[in-house]
C-alpha cells in the first residue's frame, strides 16, 4: 500500500543539476550511478546537467545508467553560454566552467522553484529524497558548513568581508553540494550580484564562484547536516595552523561518525580517477564504477588503485584490492581511515621534531622513500634520498652507491640526515652505510618516527 509520502514523490518529481565536461564524465557518470542505486522505487528525477563538453560517447554511457526500470529520470542536456563568463577572474588552476552553477536558476524552467546542485566529484551513499524534502523555509540556499573554512573571515575565506559590512564570524558555506531556492535567487538576481563581485573583488578572490555566492547570500542561507557534504579534509584532517578553528575541531572530534554514516562523500583534492587520490572512499568509488559499466563493455576502465610496496605506505594510500560487497565497504573504509588517521598524527608529530631540531635555512638529507616530499618541514630544505635530478629515485643500489651519493650531498652542504619510519628498514638492509653514519656522526634523535643524525655543527 503507498504512503502518502510515496504518492507525493510520484507527483513531484526531485530536479538534480550536474555541471560536468568530457574530463569530469567519469566522476559525474558515477555519482549518477551512486545516486541511481540509492533511489527509491517509484522516485521520479529530473536531471539536467550543463553539458560543456562531454563526448557522446560518455552521454550514452550515462544515459544507460539513469535507465533503472522502476525510476523515472528524463535527462536534459543543457548547452550552457560559457562566454557570459569570458575574462573574468579563475582561480586555482579551474575553467570558466565553474561559474555555471550561477546561471541554474536561468537556464531550468520558471516552472522549477528548487533544485539540488551536486559537483560531479561525489558519492551518494543515501536516497536524495531526504535531501529533497528538506524544509527550505524563506533561505536561498540549504548548504553544508565548510570545516576548513567556517567564517568569512577564515583563511581562505572572504578577504574584503568588513567592506561588505559582514561579521567575522558570518558562517561559509561549501557550494559542492546546495539546494537552491531558484525563485529567491531569480528575484533577487543572486547570478549578477556574484558576477559584479567577481567583477569588483576577483584579484582578492580565494575560492571562485563559491566565494562570490558566500558573499551575495551571506545569513541568507540554511545549514545542512554536515553529513550531506563530507569533504576530503574531514579524512585527513587540515596541519595548517592557520585553518584551525573551533569549527574544524568540532567537526574532527565527530569525524568517523560523520564518515561511517555519510550521506555524500565529496572528493575535493585528488578524485579516485588520480593515482594519487588517497581518499578511504575511493575502494566504494571503483565498486561504483565497476557495477556503472557493467552493461557496456566498451566502457574504458580508469586506472586501477596503485599498489604500494610497503605496510606503512599502504596505510597511508591504502593499497586495497578487490571487490567488496555492500555490508562490508565501509568497515574496509573505516579501517584503512583509522590507519590514514594514525599516519597524518605521527606525520604532524614528525614535522614538530624536525622543527625542533632544524635552524631556518638548514638543508638536510631526507630518506622517506618519497613519503612526505620536501614539505615536510617549513624551515629548510629537504632533500630526497636517493635522488634524481630533485627527485626521489628509489633505494641505492647498495651500500657503495648509497654512501657516494651522500658524502657527495654532505659535501655540498646538508647538515643532518633524518630517516622517517617508513625507511627505516634501510638501517638494517644497508649495514655497511649504517655503520658508516655511527661511527662518523652524533645520533641526536631516535625514536619510533625518526632517526636524525647531525653532519655539522
Known sequence: MMTGRDLERQREPIVVVFC???????????ALQSMMHHALPRTAIDLYILDSGISSENKQWIIRIAAVDDRSVRIQWVKPDLDRFRGIEIKRGLTHATYLRLQIPEILPETCRKAIYMDSDILIRTDLSRLWETEM??????????????????QRGISEFRKLGLRSDTPYFNAGIMVLNLHEWRTKQVCEQALRYVSEFGPLMHCNDQEALNAV???????????????????????????KSPYLDEIMSIAEDLIEHAYIF??????????????????IWHRYFD????????????????????????????????????????????????????????????????????????????VDEGNFGRTISQFGEAIP??????????????????????????????????????????????????????????????????IIFRLRL
Not at 560536468?20 to 558515477?30: G, K, R, S, Y
Not at 523555509?137 to 577564515?154: F, Q
Not at 598524527?345 to 635552524?359: C, F, G, P, T, Y
Open 137 to 154: 523555509e524563506d533561505k536561498m540556499v540549504l548548504a553544508v558548513r565548510d570545516p576548513c573554512t567556517p567564517s568569512v573571515s577564515a
Open 266 to 283: 565529496h572528493f575535493t583534492g585528488f578524485k579516485p580517477t588520480e593515482d594519487k587520490c588517497d581518499h578511504p572512499a575511493r575502494i
Open 217 to 243: 547570500i551571506a545569513g541568507n542561507w540554511g545549514e545542512l547536516d554536515p553529513r550531506w557534504n563530507v569533504v576530503a579534509s574531514i579524512f585527513f584532517g587540515e596541519r595548517k595552523e592557520e585553518a
Open 385 to 450: 634520498f636517493h635522488e634524481h635530478e630533485g627527485e626521489y629515485w628509489g633505494p641505492p643500489q647498495d651500500d657503495a652507491v648509497a654512501i657516494e651519493e651522500f658524502e657527495q650531498l654532505a659535501a655540498a652542504g646538508a647538515r643532518y640526515i633524518v630517516f622517517a619510519w617508513p625507511a627505516f628498514w634501510w638501517l638494517e638492509y644497508y649495514s655497511g652505510f649504517e655503520s658508516y653514519l655511527r661511527s662518523r656522526y652524533p645520533r641526536i634523535l631516535d625514536n619510533d618516527r625518526l
Open 20 to 30: 560536468a565536461d568530457d574530463n569530469f564524465a567519469t566522476l559525474l557518470a558515477v
Open 291 to 366: 557495477d556503472s559499466k557493467q552493461s557496456d563493455p566498451d566502457v574504458p576502465r580508469c586506472k586501477p588503485i596503485p599498489e604500494k610496496t610497503t605496510s606503512k605506505t599502504e596505510s597511508r594510500r591504502g593499497g586495497i584490492e578487490g571487490a567488496f560487497d555492500i555490508e562490508s565497504e565501509t568497515d574496509e573504509m573505516l579501517r584503512v581511515y583509522r590507519e590514514l588517521r594514525d599516519w597524518i598524527n605521527e606525520e604532524m608529530h614528525a614535522r614538530k621534531e624536525i622543527a625542533d631540531v632544524l635552524s631556518k635555512g638548514d638543508s638536510f638529507i631526507l
